[in-house]
Structure formats: structure tokens, C-alpha cells
């Protein structure tokens, strides 16, 4: 593609203000949606330049439009389109293969965010984020802890003090007394040393994660300049000066966690080494160290979990501190006790002969024990939170982040008690030369083919409502096209299309029922392993032939879904690293995931819009003070949100000269639902009293895009009626061949498109007169730009 100079097209905050005398530009700002695509794709033109932006993220122009504000609008034939790329923000270069790695932390931070909406009650929101935050630690616990189990219990431990075992895997075999002869490696307490090395590289691994992408992503400062009489007011925190600028936090997240996950590692060791020294007969001064170490671990893991609570994000003012002692120091102390506890463990202790299991029982016990309580204390604030300040439109009555924080925890323990397990088969073969992994984690694996079962219920219940639905559709499909000639086949897959698009409105029962679900089967787990301490398997002997039969089959068949999933897990990262469309796949299911900003976990994949919604402000804001045109942000999908985040941090002045359109919008549908404090009624009513107009296009066969939904008499405004899709229904002299059923795609080339931005485009003139609000005297209305700044936009007809 041609580079274009950045000067050729107008940009500086601080530039000259609008020209006089020259005629005003018109620019239409397209930002698209999930999957990304390409600046040709998006202009229609083969011949596109970078106005502004880097390989990360850019703006670009067709090449015969770099110098648009420089001719005459009579020469330009409409506005001038500008194409905002930002999919390399979530599907670049091969290290974002990697990103698969920290599903459950971007579920746990997605439950930061769904709070219900709480004007006035800032201690039950702040107690709400400290709940994920701890959520979110005892995710990195849990994680590292199970690379412990991996490394240290079963190959280290178990494995290599085996001989059958140790034989058969002979990488383990400078470990192994039996193979090399008690060679100096050998020793229990050095066996344990080496192998804290694997959680260790994967502590440093997230490390590195976290701060290379922190560095790219969360360095992105939003707009500064002069306050305005209206800066103050917010109707919705995105609208805050310090709302897509978490670098402080997630510095100050990232040490504590880092150093969370090497106290893990060290006291995955010091706990057998101190065990050992604590005997009878053995040296006082290992004794004594056995005593030190345990106490230092626990005094730094206080401090850790106090700067996880310590506080939160700060939102209303830009916050450029860095908090540098506590970012390098933490986790430089984490990694010297881990270092004195290496070198403790590695003493030698004549004697001393690895058998059975690790104490792993307790601390997964405990892990899963502490996410239970987090998650129903965070079902109360919620609840209490909703209670107070109702709305129905939210998911699963305001308990979506409950949910999705257990459906976090749930995954993280069923990953690390699935690996464990198939581990465990791959190292013991078909002997039992080892005693495997701990109870609570085959327990954990063994209740997925039950869980998966119970899903049968809800999946036929929701198979059964979409054949009525696309039943009772049908009807309205006839109606829609009288007086063309019938073709039921046509019929029945557009009302199917329909159908299928409203499962997205059944998502939250679908949630419900299964973190409902997924909450008795883990409690049932745990339940049977520390009641029993014995695996499904071995508790189930005395009882029916068919329930030991059950048991057995479950915990086989878990373990080896499991360790499928582990494989197909690998095989699509690794594709993902050399293979850019598989990349552009997985960045697909970040986009909306990875939206909003790490709050409750630094280890989660990175927010992209801390750099696209700067981006599109600094764009809107530059542009428009400089050539003083009309701008109209046109925004697909995913690039709806970000055109609505972006207006909202516009100040007052500009956001009343920029006209809004969105088409397959999941602002209300999506984001209003499941993040009904950010993205409610209120907020979305404030963005459009607070844009100069708003138009909304939508089809019933999209399952993303929907309606806005603003209350009473302002929802026609913004809502345009359902585009017809397909165009044509049968063949006709403008669609000689069928006309396709778009869904979530095509908007541009409905021709309501073109009519409602220059609509939008209408409006935003100063010499023609914008539409009186309901109730509002015609005295009252004045220019299509102080109608614009009360929220006003026109009705088209459909």
C-alpha cells in the first residue's frame, strides 16, 4: 500500500482552528467489526494510503482522497471516507498464538464489568471489584500450582523415585536414584529444585506476557486539554478521563501476581522439604529454616493479597503514576525466597526417600474452597446491587458477573485437573508404578461427561423453542413480501435465519443454567474428595455394580476429554503461530473479550481499545478542529462499541458536531445486557441527547446487531425499522439472480445505508433546522446543531 504523509492530512490537538472562507469538508469515519478486514475492503478502492496509524493500528484514505480537504466539495461528490483498521490490534504476529494460554484470567476480568448499575453506592462497588481481584488471584494460584503438581509431584516425585516409571521415561533419569545410581540430582529435595524450574519459566512467561503487551497497549494516553462546563458530568464511566488508561493498576496487578505465582512455586517445595526436617533427629539449624522460610512465605503472601486489595481503578482523573518500588520490588523479593528456598530444599538430608503423593490435596482443596466463597459473597453484592437500582433488560437479573466468575474458576480447575490426570496416564503408562495426582483434581476431571450430559437438558429445550419460533416466522416472512409468488424454501430459510439470530437473546438462561450447573457438580467434587480421599473410581468399589461402573467410566472418559482437549488446544496454537488466518480466528473471540480494560486480572490478553479508542478520539478531535467539518462516525459490530466509547470521551464542544450511525450494533443487545453499569439505559440515553444525531440500522437474521431500545418516545429516533433482508425475496428485474440472506454483514450495500448518512450528514448543516423533540415548542428549535446537542435525530421512513 502507498504511505501518505500524516501532514497531507489534518491531525494535532493543538492545531489551527477551523478555516474561513473555505468550504467545509464532510468525512464518514468507518471503523469495522469483529474479524477485522482491510482498508481496500473497507473503501471499495484497490488504491488506499495511511493517512495516520502505525502496522498496529491506522487510518487510511482511498489514494485519490489524500488531498480531499484541499479541493472543492462540488468536486469530491459526497464525503470523504476514512477507514479506522484496528484487527492487528488482536490477531498480529505469531506470539498472539500465546493468548490462548489466559482464557479463564479474560473470563475472570470479563465478571469486573457486569456489575449491575449502583449510582451512589461506591462501597458495594468497590467491594465487588476486590471480590474478582481475589477471584482473579486464586486463578494465577491455581494455574501455577498445577504446573507444581506436573513437574514436582508426579514426574519429580513420583515418577522418578519410581524405577519402573523412571525407566520408562528416561529424560527423567538423572533424576532417578534407581537409574543413575543415587547420583547427586537424585536426592528428594533436588529432584524438587529442578523441577520448580518448569512453574517458574511459566510464572516468567505471563510476566513477559503482561509487560510486553502492557507496554504496547496501555501506553496510549487518552485526550488532555481545558476542562469544559460539561466535563464533569458522566453518565456512564467510559466517559472518564482515566477509563482506557490502566497502566498503574495493571503494573501494580501484574507484581503481585508475578510474585504470587513464585511464592506458589516456593512453597510447593518447602512444604515436603520442612515436613522431612521436622522430624525427630534431624539437623536444628534445617529445622529452623524449615520454620523461617514457611513464616516469610506466608508474611509476603499477606503483603501480596494486600496490594491486590489495596485499590481499584481511578477513573475520574488520569492516573500516570507508576507506583516503581512496588512494581520491581515485589516480585524481585517473591524470587529471592523462592531462590533461598531452592537452595534450602537442595541440602543434602541423608535418609530421606520420595514416596506417595505431595500434600496437593490440601491446597487444591483449599483453592477450590476460597473461589467458592468469592463467588457467593459476589452473587450477594450483586444481587444488593441490583435490588437497589433494578433493571430488567440485565442478564440473569444482575448476577451475569457471578456467573461468569465461577464459570472462570470452573474452567481453570477443570484445565488443571484434566491436564493433571492425562499427565499422570501418559507417565504411568498401563503399570500404577505412581500414585497419580491428587484425589480433589481426578474428581474435578471426572465430573465433566456428567456436567456435559446435563447441558442435553437446556440444548433441547432451546432446539424445541427454534423450531416454534421459525414456525410462527414463517407467517411473517409471508407478509413481509405480498403479492410474490410463494416458494417455501425460500421461506423456511429465512424464517430459520431468524430463528437461529434469536438464540443470542437466550445466552443468559443458557449461562444461568450452566454456572448453576457447573456450581453443584464442583461442589459435589469436592465434596467426595475430601470426604472419601479416594478417586471416584477406588470410593464407588462397595457399592452397585452400576455406580462403580458409572464412576469409572466418568473418570476414564473426563481424563481423556480432557487430555483432547489439551491436544486440539496445542495443535490450534500452533497453527495459530505460523498460520495469519488462524491468528485473524482466534483474534475473533478476543475482540469481544478482550474489549474492556485488565481490572481484575494483569494476565488476561490485552485491552485493544486502550489504543483504538484513543485513537478514534485524537482523530474526531484533531479533524474537526481543523477544518471545522461534519464528521459522521459509521461503525460495524464490535467497531459500534468503540465509535460509542470513543464519543464518549470527546469533549462537550466536539461531541456536538459528530453524528453517530451504527449497523449490526450490539450495543444494547450485548453490552446492555451483560454490562448493564456501563452500556444501561441511562448511558445510552446520555450518548444520544449528547451527539449531535444518532441513526441505528439493524435486520431480525443478525444474531449480533439489534435495536437500541431507548426508552419511551426517543427509541423511533435512533431506530431505524428492521432492513428487509434478503432485498429481494424472489427474482425480480433489479435481482435477476436470488438475492443472498446477509445477516450480520452487507450493511453498506443496503441502500437505506447511503440514505441514512446523508441524513445524518443533513442534519449536522447549520442552515438547515433540526426536528423539535417530543413536546418540545417549534420556538425551541433551532439548528440542526443545537438540536443535535439535545439529542435530537431524525426519522426516516423504512
Known amino acids: 500500500m502507498e504511505r501518505a504523509q500524516e501532514s497531507a492530512v489534518p491531525g494535532g490537538a493543538n492545531g489551527p482552528a477551523a478555516r474561513t472562507g473555505e468550504p467545509e469538508t464532510d468525512l464518514e469515519l468507518l471503523v469495522h467489526g469483529v474479524g477485522g478486514t482491510t482498508p481496500e475492503e473497507m473503501l471499495g478502492d484497490p488504491r488506499t494510503v495511511r493517512v495516520t496509524g502505525d502496522d498496529t493500528a491506522a487510518v487510511f484514505r482511498r489514494a485519490e482522497d489524500a488531498d480531499a480537504e484541499a479541493r472543492p466539495v462540488g468536486r469530491r461528490g459526497g464525503p470523504v471516507p476514512e477507514a479506522y483498521v484496528w484487527c492487528n490490534l488482536t490477531s498480529g504476529n505469531g506470539a498472539r498464538a500465546l493468548w490462548l494460554l489466559l482464557l479463564p484470567f479474560m473470563v475472570v476480568n470479563l465478571a469486573h464489568w457486569m456489575r449491575p448499575a449502583a449510582r451512589g453506592r461506591k462501597r458495594a462497588v468497590r467491594l465487588y471489584g476486590l471480590l474478582v481481584r481475589l477471584a482473579g488471584l486464586t486463578l494465577t494460584v491455581l494455574l501455577v500450582a498445577a504446573a507444581c503438581e506436573v513437574a514436582l509431584d508426579l514426574a519429580a516425585w513420583q515418577c522418578a523415585g519410581a524405577r519402573a516409571c523412571a525407566r520408562r521415561h528416561s529424560w527423567l533419569g538423572f533424576l532417578s536414584p534407581a537409574v543413575s545410581g543415587d547420583g547427586w540430582w537424585s536426592r528428594p529435595g533436588r529432584r524438587l529444585a529442578v523441577a520448580a524450574l518448569v512453574p517458574t519459566a511459566l510464572t516468567g512467561l505471563l510476566w513477559y506476557l503482561s509487560h510486553r503487551t502492557w507496554s504496547a497497549y496501555e501506553s496510549a494516553k487518552p485526550m488532555t486539554g481545558a476542562p469544559e462546563p460539561d466535563d464533569h458530568v458522566h453518565r456512564t464511566s467510559l466517559g472518564s478521563p482515566g477509563f482506557w488508561y490502566g497502566r498503574r493498576l495493571v503494573a501494580r496487578l501484574r507484581a503481585a501476581h508475578t510474585a504470587a505465582g513464585l511464592l506458589t512455586v516456593a512453597a510447593a517445595v518447602v512444604t515436603p522439604v520442612a515436613a522431612f526436617d521436622r522430624r525427630a533427629g534431624g539437623s536444628a539449624a534445617l529445622e529452623t529454616a524449615g520454620r523461617l522460610l514457611p513464616a516469610a512465605l506466608l508474611v509476603f503472601a499477606a503483603l501480596v493479597v494486600g496490594v491486590v486489595c489495596r485499590r481499584g481503578r481511578s477513573e475520574n482523573r488520569l492516573d500516570q503514576e507508576l507506583d516503581e518500588h512496588l512494581v520491581r520490588r515485589l516480585p524481585l523479593g517473591a524470587l529471592t525466597l523462592l531462590a533461598l528456598t531452592l537452595l534450602y530444599a537442595g541440602w543434602s538430608r541423608p535418609g530421606w526417600h520420595s514416596a506417595g503423593r505431595l500434600a496437593g490435596d490440601t491446597a487444591f482443596g483449599g483453592l477450590a474452597l476460597a473461589q467458592g466463597v468469592l463467588v457467593v459473597v459476589l452473587g450477594a453484592v450483586a444481587h444488593d446491587l441490583y435490588r437497589r437500582q433494578p433493571d430488567p433488560r440485565a442478564a440473569m437479573r444482575g448476577l451475569g458477573g457471578p456467573a461468569v466468575a465461577l464459570l472462570a474458576c470452573a474452567l481453570g480447575g477443570v484445565i488443571s485437573g484434566g491436564v493433571a490426570q492425562r499427565v499422570a496416564d501418559w507417565l504411568d503408562g498401563t503399570g500404577g508404578s505412581i500414585a497419580g495426582p491428587p484425589v480433589l483434581l481426578t474428581w474435578q476431571a471426572s465430573v465433566?461427561?456428567?456436567?456435559?450430559?446435563?447441558?442435553?437438558?437446556?440444548?433441547?429445550?432451546?432446539?424445541?423453542?427454534?423450531?416454534?419460533?421459525?414456525?410462527?416466522?414463517?407467517?411473517?416472512?409471508?407478509?413481509?413480501?405480498?403479492?410474490?409468488?410463494?416458494?417455501?424454501?425460500?421461506?423456511?430459510?429465512?424464517?430459520?435465519?431468524?430463528?437461529?439470530?434469536?438464540?443470542t437473546d437466550r445466552v443468559p438462561l443458557v449461562v444461568a443454567f450452566v454456572s448453576a450447573a457447573t456450581f453443584l457438580v464442583g461442589a459435589g467434587a469436592l465434596v467426595g474428595a475430601l470426604v472419601t480421599e479416594k478417586t471416584p473410581g477406588e470410593a464407588t468399589r462397595r457399592t452397585f455394580a452400576v455406580v462403580q461402573g458409572a464412576a469409572e467410566t466418568s473418570q476414564a472418559l473426563g481424563s481423556w476429554l480432557v487430555g483432547l482437549g489439551f491436544v486440539l488446544f496445542v495443535t490450534w496454537g500452533r497453527r495459530a503461530y505460523k498460520d495469519a488466518s488462524a491468528r485473524r480466528t482466534i483474534g475473533i473471540l478476543?475482540?469481544?473479550?478482550?474489549?474492556?480494560p485488565r481490572a481484575a486480572h494483569p494476565f488476561a490478553p490485552p485491552c485493544y481499545a486502550e489504543r483504538a479508542v484513543p485513537d478514534l478520539t485524537w482523530r474526531m478531535a484533531t479533524w474537526t478542529r481543523r477544518t471545522g467539518g461534519r464528521l459522521v462516525i459509521s461503525g460495524h459490530s464490535q467497531g459500534s462499541v468503540l465509535a460509542a466509547a470513543a464519543a464518549w470521551q470527546l469533549r462537550p464542544s466536539v461531541r456536538k458536531r459528530v453524528a453517530l450511525l451504527t449497523y449490526g450494533c450490539p450495543l444494547e443487545r450485548l453490552y446492555g445486557r451483560w454490562f448493564p453499569a456501563h452500556f444501561g439505559p441511562a448511558a445510552l440515553g446520555s450518548l444520544h441527547r449528547e451527539v449531535a444525531c444518532w441513526r441505528n440500522l439493524y435486520r431480525l437474521t443478525d444474531p449480533i446487531g439489534g435495536p437500541v431500545r431507548l426508552p419511551g418516545d426517543y427509541g423511533p429516533e435512533v431506530d431505524r425499522e428492521p432492513l428487509r433482508d434478503p432485498l429481494a425475496y424472489g427474482r425480480t428485474a433489479g435481482h435477476p439472480l436470488p438475492a443472498p440472506i446477509l445477516g450480520h454483514s452487507g450493511y453498506q450495500a443496503d441502500p437505506a445505508f447511503a440514505e441514512e448518512r446523508e441524513l445524518l450528514l443533513t442534519r449536522l448543516r447549520p442552515d438547515v433546522p433540526g426536528p423539535r423533540r417530543p413536546g418540545e415548542p417549534a420556538a425551541a428549535a433551532g439548528p440542526a446543531g443545537e438540536a443535535g446537542a439535545q439529542g435530537s435525530s431524525g426519522r426516516s421512513s423504512s
Not at 416466522?473 to 413481509?480: F, I, L, S, T, Y
Open 590 to 596: 478476543w475482540d469481544v473479550g478482550t474489549f474492556w
Open 448 to 503: 465433566i461427561p456428567p456436567l456435559l450430559a446435563t447441558l442435553l437438558l437446556p440444548a433441547g429445550l432451546l432446539s424445541w423453542r427454534t423450531w416454534q419460533r421459525c414456525r410462527a416466522e414463517r407467517g411473517a416472512v409471508e407478509g413481509d413480501h405480498p403479492g410474490e409468488p410463494e416458494d417455501t424454501a425460500r421461506t423456511r430459510r429465512i424464517a430459520r435465519t431468524r430463528a437461529m439470530a434469536a438464540l
